[in-house]
């Protein structure tokens, strides 16, 4: 069984930044898509950034040039570093990581931009 940890996830000011983290219990390498989706309230499950099986990475128009997506295969994280916060990117915060057919995601973690 994988298991998917989010973390890092909090109340920041307009403008601010923040870095939430993805733990993966299994071994992963850049052969496994893995990914940061966002539900806010009332709104469907979005992608925010991801990678794919191929080593290149997507991201929403809307958090291009504010966003980046990281990972470090030995300590099995990925990153989402997030510049330049703005209220419409409050949502919760899920991560994602396919194994062969299946995909496994976290609880999520709760981001909240608001003065």
């Known amino acids: 069984q994988v298991h998917v940890v989010e973390s890092g996830g909090g109340l920041v000011q307009p403008g601010g930044s923040l870095r939430l983290s993805c733990v993966v219990s299994?071994?992963?390498?850049?052969?496994?898509?893995m990914g940061w989706y966002r539900q806010a309230p009332g709104k469907q499950r979005e992608l925010v950034a991801r990678f794919t099986g191929v080593g290149s990475t997507n991201y929403a128009d809307s958090v291009k040039g504010r966003f980046t997506i990281s990972r470090d295969n030995a300590k099995s994280t990925v990153y989402l570093h997030m510049n330049s916060l703005k209220p419409e990117d409050t949502a919760v915060y899920y991560c994602?990581?396919?194994?062969?057919?299946?995909?496994?995601w976290g609880q999520g973690t709760q981001v909240t931009v608001s003065s």
């Open positions: 299994g071994t992963i390498s850049s052969r496994n898509t």
């Open positions: 994602n990581v396919v194994y062969g057919a299946r995909t496994y």
